[in-house]
Structures are given as C-alpha cells and as structure tokens.
C-alpha cells in the first residue's frame, strides 16, 4: 500500500527535472502546437502554482493536462491515451497532495515538494521552451518500467483488477 501510494504521489507529483539533453524535451505535449501555447513565466511563484495546478488535476483526475506537462522525454516512455486509461481505470484513493515549495536544484533543476498523506516526496521540473515541463525519470525512477509494461501487466502488478 505505501509503495503504491507513494508511487501514485510521485506520478501525481510529476515535477520534472531531466538529465537528457534540452532538444529532446523541447517538443510540445502530443497534438499541441508549441506555437499556440503561451510561454509560462520563468519565476519560482509561477512553477510553484503550475506544479499545485498539476498535482490538482492528477488529485482530481484529469490526467491530460497532467500529461501534457511531461517532458519529451518522459513522454517517449507512454503514449498519453495509455496513461489517462490506465489512470482511469485503476484509480487509486489517497489523499489530496499539498505543494509546498519550488526551489533551483542541480543541473538547472527546479525541486517542487510535496506532501501526500505525510509523505514528503519530490518532483524535478525543468524550464525549457518557456514552459514548465515535469521529468518523470527523475522525479519517479520506479515508474519507468511499470510505465513501459504492457497494460494488462502493469494493471496486475498495482493491484488493479480490470
């Protein structure tokens, strides 16, 4: 249970922080025009209502948006249809999350910290493109392969009985 649900809050948290390289994390959410978004402000305040934002919508399952803030690289892992059905189908209860802080970090890194049910966890988010993107690979490692399963597989091993 406390794997699952820190694993839930770390995807939840999905702030995104990359050791690749900016090119590959420069590429818009699937079917978004980097054009027809507006640049977010490169500030501390403005990460920190985006990622409260981001950790809203995964709270309250709206996992599009949630997606839609990963990086390129992050994305390459899951298709967005796979990860909004899996999420959909196999929602988890748990506390509302509380985003606490965003802060500079390593490597050109932003932390965003959070809490989940006492449970202090920690997103890396990057500024790239003049958005705010989330990392999946390093602000939860552990999601990785469960991501690249196949569905059925991944449904099984977090308990999910569809």
Same mark, same amino acid.
Not at 66 to 71: E, F, G, H, P, Q
């Given at each position: 249970?406390?794997?699952?649900?820190?694993?839930?809050?770390?995807?939840?948290?999905?702030?995104?922080?990359?050791?690749?390289?900016?090119?590959?994390?420069?590429?818009?959410?699937?079917?978004?025009?980097?054009? !027809?978004?507006?640049?977010?402000?490169?500030?501390? !305040?403005?990460?920190?209502?985006?990622?409260?934002?981001?950790?809203? #919508?995964?709270?309250? #399952? @709206?996992?599009?948006?949630? /997606?839609?803030?990963?990086?390129?690289? !992050? %994305?390459?892992?899951?298709?967005?249809?796979? /990860?909004? *059905?899996? @999420? &959909?189908?196999?929602? !988890?209860? %748990? =506390?509302?999350?509380?985003? &606490?802080?965003?802060?500079?970090?390593? *490597?050109?890194?932003?932390?965003?910290? /959070? &809490?989940? #049910?006492?449970?202090?966890?920690?997103?890396?988010?990057?500024?790239?493109?003049?958005?705010?993107?989330?990392?999946?690979?390093?602000?939860?490692?552990?999601?990785?392969?469960?991501?690249?399963? =196949?569905? %059925?597989?991944?449904?099984?091993?977090? #308990?999910?009985?569809?």
């Amino acid at each position: 249970m406390r794997f699952l649900m820190t694993a839930a809050a770390a995807v939840a948290v999905l702030a995104a922080a990359g050791c690749a390289a900016g090119t590959s994390r420069d590429a818009p959410a699937p079917g978004r025009p980097a054009a !027809s978004l507006p640049a977010d402000p490169r500030t501390a !305040s403005a990460l920190l209502r985006i990622a409260a934002a981001f950790n809203r #919508g995964y709270d309250t #399952g @709206h996992y599009g948006p949630v /997606y839609a803030r990963w990086d390129a690289r !992050s %994305q390459a892992i899951i298709t967005e249809a796979d /990860y909004v *059905r899996r @999420h &959909e189908l196999c929602r !988890s209860a %748990q =506390p509302p999350s509380r985003t &606490e802080s965003a802060d500079p970090g390593p *490597r050109g890194a932003w932390l965003v910290r /959070y &809490e989940i #049910g006492g449970v202090q966890l920690t997103d890396y988010w990057f500024y790239l493109g003049g958005r705010w993107v989330f990392d999946l690979v390093l602000s939860n490692p552990d999601m990785v392969p469960l991501n690249r399963m =196949p569905a %059925q597989q991944y449904m099984a091993y977090v #308990g999910c009985a569809h």
